[in-house]
């Protein structure tokens, strides 16, 4: 899974012309990947102020608004990618845009397929 990270600073700082060439180069990245079949799911993330944390305590449950305060970076995407090896999912995170201004972070996601439900 690519992680896509942002935030408010960032964002900002980025022209009218800086952020469609953002949105020119996924558009690119997610048709390349699709064309080579490597693409399971991509998405934008809504605003981190309509994201609720939830924690359970000693069985009862607090949510609170927004994501963490201590952070500044949030999640704000995500490509779901079958890569051959994590060498060729660091090379895809390289390619995306969004690791010029900030990060993108590659992690495995874990096969739950024999998992008992």
């Known amino acids: 899974m690519l ?14 012309e800086q952020r469609e060439g953002l949105a020119r180069s996924h558009a690119e990245l997610m048709q390349e990947l699709t064309e080579q079949g490597m693409l399971v799911s991509a998405a934008g993330l809504a605003d981190p102020i309509t994201t609720r944390t939830v924690s359970v305590r000693d069985d009862t449950r607090t949510t609170t608004d927004g994501p963490y305060a201590e952070a ?13 090896n994590i060498d060729e999912a660091i090379d895809y995170a390289a390619r995306m845009p969004d690791a ?7 992690r495995p996601v874990m096969d739950s397929s024999g998992l008992e439900m």
Do not use: M
Not at 3 to 16: M, V
Not at 72 to 84: N, P, R, T
């Open 3 to 16: 992680l896509i990270y942002s935030n408010e600073e960032s964002w900002a700082g980025l022209s009218a």
């Open 72 to 84: 500044k970076e949030h999640l704000a995407g995500f490509y779901l990618v079958e890569c051959d």
């Open 100 to 106: 010029k201004y900030l990060a993108v972070e590659v």
